[in-house]
Nanobody
């Protein structure tokens, strides 16, 4: 059974940094995507970043140049390094995972099959 557990959220001032972690277990797919999406109250879920089993990444325009997604395949840990945070980044961040066909790129993170419970990121002015 796939389990995803996020950590690393918290409160920071604008311009600060956080690194989110997602400990994954139970993933049996040989080809799979992992990623992050965020949920802002009263707004649609927004895919933030994805990374596939070959290390290919994709980012939302709103975070390009500021966020970096990476994974430690040996430890099954997904990371999201978030730099130059702004209040617009305040949201609940969810780790996700799901299979991919070998010929397909990863979908946006909110479309992946498995979600974690989320970790709150709050950025103050």
């Amino acid at each position: 059974q796939v389990q995803l557990v996020e950590s690393g959220g918290g409160s920071v001032q604008a311009g600060g940094s956080l690194r989110l972690s997602c400990a994954a277990s139970g993933i049996t797919y040989s080809r799979y995507c992992m990623g992050w999406f965020r949920q802002i109250p009263r707004k649609e879920r927004e895919g933030v970043a994805t990374i596939d089993d070959d290390g290919r990444t994709s980012y939302a325009d709103s975070v390009k140049g500021r966020f970096t997604v990476s994974r430690d395949n040996a430890k099954n840990i997904l990371y999201l390094q978030m730099n130059n945070l702004s209040p617009e980044d305040t949201a609940m961040y969810y780790c996700t995972a799901g299979p991919r066909a070998w010929w397909n790129a990863c979908p946006t993170a909110e479309k992946l099959n498995y979600w974690g419970q989320g970790t709150q990121v709050t950025v103050s002015s």
